[in-house]
């Protein structure tokens, strides 16, 4: 393509756009997870799952108490309902979702495969808005509880009374830096917080344990005040599976551990076509992280109902938003209260650092290639400076209340769930699947269930998630709409007719003539020439080349081009391309056959009739519209300079 000649971009700007891949691998596609380790490199698995179980271990901070405040004395049997969903729902969809895209994609690339248009562009869209909606509220959310443990600590409440909101801030700000610094290698930092976190919590647990089995009143307390308040067992079931979507925040980090797929080093014989080592490990990746993390849901839950006054849950209560620290400060004093509060403090903190890792791997992987983001959105700096400021709007916006929070994670985790059911009932469907098809259709019926009945009991977060989805729509249009007359052609390729055609016509002037193939019969070559001629007042001796543009997806912004030559009726040249829009193919062979030549092309188009504004959001809806004038603004922006700008005719 054309080259032009630039000054030197300033110090902050080089370091701002620094290697668009310095959160992970050299070159390509920028995020943590984007490009995928050889097969002999990467992490085994039991290591990478600590990567998404920073994300997905660390609810456990905050888990216990939601689901006493949602189900009270039934939070024991409601959780073993979350497990039943996570082991018999969730975790079969995630290890289909790895199977179908072992290269970390996730299940919105399963969805973007089965649309095309602008109706798929719009879906995924709207699917990136939950997605940003789970990763924002997981860095604000985290952050608030870990600010609520380090305020309520006992040794620091005086001195931090009323500085929750300060500190929340301070964390994100300090997330915020850590990616800017450069974040290579989280995997041994994981590996440690996981462990030093599960290890304290198996000391609680088991604590816990101990005093409900030698205080014998408790479980008979809680018995007997559970019968009289439902009456009998089917009555607890039933108002259990009524109150289980208030507990969908214990399903957070499937989809992140489906992103941390890159990572897993799999087996030598591996191949990024047939990557079977990964997706065996990643499968064990989520069976380990989903049994652990049930484990201590069904105890945590069990000894902070039964050891914890239900009042301290409550708002301003000493266990709201962290009823397991409240336990470790209760029954094995202030000292290994408050190394559970910095470990707690630290997974939290870096489960933030997940779900940044997580934005920057999701966004720049689909709203540049859209053409709905700038280019300086595939670099990390800039995003982390975007997701760092919405992070303090949504923290000051909440109030950095853990429990205002809770609706909106909820509504994104469950929207990410539910489509990854979809996309892998999909999938089973199309591979003539029928067991699986039927199973997945009814886990994606049951997190469908789950999701709207969250939506309706806290309408506020699909709330947030229409204004993250609006925010995006609108942005991604925006940023379409002012790079529409870019030049969005990747690379050139002719075919050997097609340079048959360009050597041969390069020893004269080259002229092509754009044609709207119809029914491409010898008259319609032969009136489009005379017609050419006639409009430019030009001899009947001067030699032309006709160019077609078939255009295929208009709502693709990127791709490559390839040019094909032939002959139609024994004498008229024809290229013939594919493109998502005609004055960009136009245009992008124009400037090829310049630089390939040494020559100014020149090409002639006929004025389309009709509204200039309606052929304007024709080209820009479906890439045709008022051709001649688009392909010589493409031009213009492409190649400054007029001396070599290839010409553009119309009569």
Request: aromatic residues 8%; contains cysteine.
């Amino acid at each position: 393509m054309a080259t032009t000649e630039h000054p030197p971009p300033s110090r902050l700007r080089t370091w701002m756009l620094q290697g668009l891949s310095d959160m992970g691998k050299s070159g390509g596609h920028t995020g943590p997870h984007a490009e995928p380790e050889p097969p002999h490199k990467g992490q085994r698995w039991y290591r990478v799952m600590c990567l998404t179980g920073v994300d997905y271990f660390s609810t456990l901070g905050y888990q216990p108490g939601i689901a006493a405040l949602a189900a009270g004395l039934l939070s024991p049997i409601a959780t073993i309902v979350l497990v039943i969903v996570t082991l018999a729902g969730a975790l079969p969809v995630y290890r289909r979702v790895a199977e179908e895209s072992p290269r970390g994609e996730g299940s919105i690339a399963m969805l973007e495969r089965l649309l095309s248009f602008w109706k798929g562009k719009l879906f995924v869209l709207t699917l990136l808005g939950f997605a940003a909606t789970d990763f924002l509220i997981t860095i604000t959310l985290s952050a608030a509880d870990a600010s609520t443990h380090l305020v309520e600590n006992p040794h620091l409440e005086s001195a931090l009374h009323d500085k929750q909101l300060l500190i929340t801030l301070i964390l994100v700000a300090l997330l915020g830096a850590v990616f800017l610094k450069g974040f290579l290698e989280a995997i041994g930092v994981a590996v440690a917080l996981v462990g030093a976190y599960l290890a304290l919590n198996v000391v609680v647990v088991a604590v816990g344990l101990w005093h409900v089995a030698t205080a014998g009143h408790v479980i008979t307390d809680w018995s007997s005040a559970l019968t009289a308040e439902h009456g009998n067992v089917f009555a607890m079931v039933g108002v259990a599976l009524l109150v289980f979507p208030k507990l969908a925040l214990g399903l957070s980090g499937f989809e992140t551990g489906v992103a941390v797929m890159p990572h897993v080093k799999g087996d030598h014989g591996d191949t990024e076509e047939h990557p079977r080592g990964r997706i065996r490990d990643t499968k064990k990746l989520l069976t380990a992280a989903a049994l652990i993390m049930s484990v201590f849901l069904i105890t945590t839950s069990f000894i902070t109902t039964l050891l914890i006054p239900e009042k301290q849950f409550e708002s301003g209560g000493d266990a709201n938003g962290r009823a397991l620290a409240f336990l470790a400060h209760e029954y094995l004093g202030g000292a290994f209260g408050t190394v559970y509060d910095v470990s707690t403090i630290a997974i939290l903190w870096f489960a933030g650092a997940s779900a940044m890792a997580g934005l920057l791997n999701l966004m720049p992987r689909y709203l540049p290639r859209y053409g709905m983001a700038p280019h300086w959105a595939r670099a990390v700096r800039p995003m982390v400076i975007v997701f760092t400021l919405i992070g303090f709007l949504v923290t000051w916006i909440f109030d950095a209340d853990v429990d205002a929070q809770g609706g909106a994670y909820a509504t994104g985790v469950l929207v990410l769930i539910s489509s990854a059911a979809i996309a892998v009932t999909i999938a089973a469907r199309k591979a003539d699947q029928r067991n699986w098809t039927i199973g997945f259709a009814v886990i994606s019926a049951v997190f469908l269930y789950v999701t709207v009945a969250n939506v309706i009991e806290r309408p506020d977060g699909v709330k947030i998630g229409a204004c993250f989805i609006a925010g995006i729509i609108l942005v991604s249009l925006l940023s379409r709409l002012a790079r529409a007359f870019e030049l969005r052609v990747t690379s050139v390729r002719l075919d050997d007719m097609a340079e048959r055609f360009i050597r041969d016509i390069a020893s004269r002037k080259i002229r092509f003539i754009a044609n709207e193939p119809d029914a491409r019969d010898k008259a319609e070559y032969r009136d489009k020439i005379e017609q050419i001629r006639t409009d430019n007042d030009m001899p009947e001796q001067e030699d032309f080349v006709f160019v077609e543009v078939t255009v295929t997806d208009p709502s693709e912004f990127e791709a490559g081009l390839t040019v094909r030559g032939e002959v139609l009726h024994n004498r008229y040249r024809v290229l013939t391309l594919e493109s998502s829009s005609v004055p960009n193919a136009l245009a992008a062979l124009l400037l090829h056959v310049r630089d390939s030549t040494g020559r100014t092309p020149h090409i002639y188009f006929e004025w389309t009739e009709g509204n200039p504004f309606a052929n304007f959001l024709r080209f820009f809806l479906f890439g045709q519209g008022e051709v001649a004038p688009v392909t010589r603004e493409v031009l213009r922006e492409a190649e400054p300079d007029r001396a070599r700008r290839p010409r553009v005719h119309t009569g």
